[in-house]
């Protein structure tokens, strides 16, 4: 089921504690363009699904990388698109961002996700999956 786009950003708002729903947008955008330019195929589009479709948009944009970022490199480069951020608020923001889209993804589906990714990307989405 997709979430609609206030309830999205109303869980990213609560998770992330911010002031406005502005600030939680900004995040969601950074961060989804960040996570879609890392996933490909069929999980990407099955993950664009369950999103609201701004969001959906954001993820399928066709800014893709030459590989998939570490956690830590994720974090950074974050931190390098929210004007003011520190690694230390990139990791907020992307924990309330993919906290958020792991419970849209389901459990399925976001193990697919993370198969996608490079280990340790389970504790951004605010799981622990052992390998």
Known sequence: MTLRRE??????????????EEEAERAARVVLTLLGAHLVGEVRA?????????????????????EPLPPERFVRATAAWIEGATEQTATWDVSAVLS?????????????????????????FGRFHPA
């Open 7 to 20: 309830a999205f950003l109303d869980r990213v708002r609560e998770r992330g504690e911010y002031g406005t």
């Open 100 to 124: 958020t889209v792991a419970d849209a993804a389901g459990e399925d589906l976001l193990g697919q996700i993370l198969f996608q990714l490079p280990a340790g990307y389970d504790l951004l």
């Open 46 to 66: 099955q993950l664009a699904a369950r999103l609201p479709e701004t969001f959906a948009l954001i993820l399928l944009n066709p800014l893709t990388s030459a």
